[in-house]
């Protein structure tokens, strides 16, 4: 326990310094790591484990998140299988430019090693990419739909390497796995009846694990591919939402072990550390490679912009490569250190580049801009407009309730919603509704010709969205009515600082449904979002600016 209590202080300690610095946590557990590797801390064998279940979970969580045809889009499969080639080209390069200068251990290298080492560093991190997007909740932007299905087809990438490597060869029985597409029937029937609470939590545990993760392992094939596909088979079900938010803080505490993990591989030579950052030369070609290519597949510049700063990183499938060659007499057992170097920096630097993409992406469109919107992706094209009187961001229930309501009033509304399936489904009940994102700081110019635009309503669920759609509007000289929803009262007070007229608490507004639907009125209620938590004490029920919150 004594050793646990170590871990869990220094990941405490590193996390909240990070907070501190603005910087996200996980850049805390990992400085804890190194910090615990160079004080002599020895690394249990039970925090790989832990570090394993919780990169399980964030996969099944992925699988459950993720619509298939996504991975059929040509600028997810082609920009993927695209980049992988290209980078593998490039990354021998670099690699036999630093064999000939004699860095690191790479003399004397044959082609065949240096080849390897180039395609362990031209994948992306899944882990780091999709908890960077769940920090911003941006995991189901388009730009984060985007970076989401190239690591998936990056995945598949992994599997057939380890298929054809001769580390591991499929068993036969790989073959029997596609009576999981059946059995998703019972799993089904089974989680329906295990309510809402903690048997729902272990239901989604032992199922990436179990039919999952250790299924898959058992016939030959990489184990976390089977946490994404059983949540791919059970994304269809109508609680599969409910099942991703019930596994967030469990997934979210053991990957705290994964990141601790990479640290305490050990304490790093001099000579080590300065290989595994020149290691980081491949990040800007790696960049600048999704951009071009996602750009030429008609992305927007601004989207690809976004979606290159998400996968800018190293994967630790790299250290997985090292690890292997390492054993097998290819590399330097030290090489297991310096891929370590290299992924950790990576995430850091990744990191510091997505706390700026908006920025970046702002001034990638500035000076490339699209020339031709005929080009773009028609999720992209400019939207024509000419009397819209209302603008509605975010269209979960809250937002459209406010949506029906502004309508009734006879508004000519128009609804702005991130979730392309979404905005189908409301598309086909009547709803105007195109698919964009409400914090992109050009959708103002992609909607043409909007004059008689009086009110603005901020119904996103996560806080920093709204905020980030407030600056937008702002920044536009918008100069009609904002008003906004909040969850809790330091938000409210917040969305009044930054310029919003009115911010509703969604507690009160529930409270006052409630009573609405009490006097007779029950489609009011059915209507809002119920919130996950409870406010820690009452709050008030509307906030103007100027008003004490």
Known sequence: MTLAATYLVAALAGGSLARWLRLPPLVGFLSAGFALAALGVEKHPVVDTLGELGVTLLLFAVGLSLDVRLLLRREVWLTATAHLVLMVGAGFVVLAGLAAVGVGGLTGLPASTLTLLAFALAFSSTVLVVKVLEERSESRSRYG????????????????????????????????????????????????????????????????????????????????????????????????????????????????????????????????????????????????????????????????????????????????????????????????TTMSVAVAASFLVSTAVNLRAERWADAVERRWPDRDPARLDPAERPIPLHDVDALVLGLGRVGTAAYTRLAEEGLRVLGIEHDEQRVAQLSAQGVEAVAADATDSALWRRLVAVRSLHTVVLAMPFHHANLGALAVVRARHFTGTVAAVARYDDEVTDLLAHGADTVLHIYSGSGLALAEAALGDPATLRALEEPPVRPDRPPPSVGRRGDEP
């Open 145 to 336: 739909r985007i970076a989401i299905g190239i690591l998936v087809v990056q995945d598949l990438a992994v599997v057939a390497f380890i298929a054809v490597s001769g580390t591991s060869r499929p068993s036969p029985w790989a073959l029997a796995l596609v009576l999981l597409w059946p059995a998703r029937r019972l799993l089904a029937a089974v989680w329906e009846r295990l309510g809402h609470g903690e048997l729902q939590v272990l239901f989604g545990v032992v199922v990436a694990l179990v039919p999952g993760y250790l299924l898959f392992e058992a016939v030959g094939l990489e184990g976390q591919l089977g946490a994404v596909v059983m949540g791919l088979l059970l994304a269809p079900h109508p609680r599969s939402g409910d099942l991703v938010k019930s596994l967030f803080s469990v997934k979210e505490l053991l990957l705290v072990a994964f990141f601790l993990s990479i640290g305490l591989n050990g304490v790093p030579t001099p000579g080590q550390v300065a290989t595994g950052l020149l290691l980081l030369l491949l990040l800007p070609a790696q960049t600048a490679l999704y951009l071009v290519l996602l750009s030429a597949l008609g992305v927007r510049r601004r989207t690809s912009a976004l979606t290159a700063a998400a996968l800018a990183n190293d994967s630790e499938f790299a250290l997985v490569v090292a690890a292997t060659a390492a054993s097998a007499g290819l590399l330097e057992p030290g090489w297991v």
